[in-house]
């Protein structure tokens, strides 16, 4: 894999990992706040900046909005 691959891949860290910090919340809490089936790993990937399927991002989301009961949008969660 070149090195421009990586960089379309990892977009670096991402807001949600800094609101996840605020709130206090660690990658088990969004697992076990999920209505459907995540991983830890998803939720890694998506805090790291790994590039997320749609569908990934918004079960993210969702666990985040139920773990914080805060209506947070995907713009304010992810900036790609």
């Known amino acids: 894999?070149?090195?421009d691959t990586e960089?379309?891949?990892n977009l670096g860290e991402q807001?949600?990992?800094?609101?996840?910090m605020?709130?206090?919340l660690k990658a088990h809490d969004l697992v076990e706040a999920s209505r459907v089936p995540m991983?830890?790993?998803?939720v890694a990937r998506a805090c790291k900046g790994r590039r997320l399927t749609v569908?990934?991002?918004?079960?993210?989301?969702e666990a985040?909005?139920?773990?914080t009961e805060y209506?947070?949008?995907?713009?304010?969660?992810?900036n790609y």
Do not use: D
Request: charged share 25%.
């Open 55 to 61: 569908h990934s991002k918004k079960v993210v989301l």
């Open 71 to 78: 209506p947070y949008k995907v713009k304010e969660t992810f």
């Open 64 to 67: 985040l909005q139920i773990a």
């Open 7 to 9: 960089q379309k891949r």
């Open 1 to 3: 894999m070149n090195k």
């Open 39 to 42: 991983t830890h790993k998803l």
């Open 15 to 20: 807001p949600i990992a800094a609101i996840m």
């Open 22 to 24: 605020k709130h206090g």
